[in-house]
């Protein structure tokens, strides 16, 4: 089984920054993809990053030039670093995995609060 823990969310000012980390444990053969969702209240999930195996990366318009996604495969963690945070980045970030056998398997974050407040 796979197993994410995230870690690095907090109450930050507008303008300021924090790194998200997510490390996965478990019986991991291959990892194809990590990302970083986030769900604001009242407001579906959204796709904020995602970067695959190849450490090709993609965000979303909202945050591309703030926040920059990262991982180290040595340690099965990804990472997102985001800057010149904004209120409207206020959510529940949640770390994913995606593992590509015969079939593709999800895994989830348990999920870490972003505030941005002033």
């Known amino acids: 089984q796979v197993q994410l823990v995230e870690s690095g969310g907090g109450l930050v000012q507008p303008g300021g920054s924090l790194r998200l980390s997510c490390a996965a444990s478990?019986?991991?053969?291959?990892?194809?993809?990590m990302g970083w969702y986030r769900q604001a209240p009242g407001k579906k999930r959204e796709l904020v990053a995602v970067?695959?195996?190849?450490?090709?990366?993609y965000s979303a318009d909202s945050v591309k030039g703030r926040f920059t996604i990262s991982r180290d495969n040595a340690k099965n963690t990804v990472y997102l670093q985001m800057n010149s945070l904004k209120p409207e980045d206020t959510a529940v970030y949640y770390c994913?995995?995606?593992?590509?056998?015969?079939?593709?398997?999800?895994?989830w974050g348990q999920g870490t609060q972003v505030t941005v407040s002033s």
């Open positions: 970067i695959d195996s190849g450490r090709s990366s």
């Open positions: 994913n995995v995606v593992v590509i056998t015969t079939s593709t398997y999800n895994y």
């Open positions: 478990g019986t991991i053969s291959s990892i194809n993809r």
